[in-house]
Every structure is written in C-alpha cells, then in structure tokens.
C-alpha cells in the first residue's frame, strides 16, 4: 500500500492550495479518508476526513469552513482544499486511509500513511 501526497509549498497568507493525495495497492473505495497535520514541536493533529462514498465529512473547528476534504473513487485520490490559510496552519499534512467506511478523528485508528507534505504559511 503506498499514498502519495503532494501539493504542499510556500504560500502567503491568504491563499488557497490543494493537496493530493493518489493511493495505490488497495481497494481506496472501501477506505475511509483523512488529512491530519504536525506541526513543528506539536503533536500530529486531525484536520478533515471523508467516507468511503464521499457522501460526508468531518473536519475540525480550526478549518472548519476554510478547508474541503473530497474525493475521486476512480482516481484512487483524496484531495483537500485549503482557502484562507493563515500561519498557524503551517504544518506537515498527511493523508491516511482506514479500513473502515466511515472516517474517525483519531491517528490511531487509520491502517496507511503516506509520507507527508510540508505547507508553510507565511504572514
């Protein structure tokens, strides 16, 4: 099982970015999705995951109505959008799957990481 994200990089404050995030090695359509970030000297975080079908998502406060988790099943990607980006959003963001069809907030509980990719913000 390999997932690759990508689409981190420096942007202003402000500014919108969309990461990728492309599995391979499973059936992505029976897995849940998330996106959790780390921050220097912090502890890995959730910020949004979807399941299985797309229908529904969960997100935290901290990106809630800035941020948009969805997904392409024949695409094998979960993406996440990401508007307004302030500096305390700076992070590594890594997406997840879990086996399961619906998503949780909790690291623990997910099979797969990918590798992470750096988001920097700055002000």
């Known amino acids: 099982v390999q997932l690759q994200a990508s689409g981190g990089g420096l942007v202003q404050a402000g500014d919108s970015r969309r990461l990728s995030c492309v599995a391979s090695?499973?059936?992505?359509?029976?897995?849940?999705m998330g996106w959790f970030r780390q921050a220097p000297g912090k502890e890995r975080e959730f910020v949004a995951a979807?399941?299985?079908?797309?229908?529904?998502?969960d997100y935290a406060d901290s990106v809630k109505g800035r941020f948009a988790i969805s997904r392409d099943n024949a695409k094998n990607t979960v993406y996440l959008q990401m508007n307004s980006l302030k500096p305390e959003d700076t992070a590594v963001y890594y997406c997840?799957?879990?086996?399961?069809?619906?998503?949780?907030?909790?690291?623990?509980?997910?099979?797969?990481w990918g590798q992470g990719t750096l988001v920097t913000v700055s002000s």
């Open positions: 997840a799957a879990r086996r399961r069809l619906v998503p949780s907030v909790t690291p623990y509980e997910y099979d797969h």
């Open positions: 090695g499973l059936s992505f359509g029976n897995y849940a």
């Open positions: 979807i399941r299985w079908s797309g229908g529904s998502a």
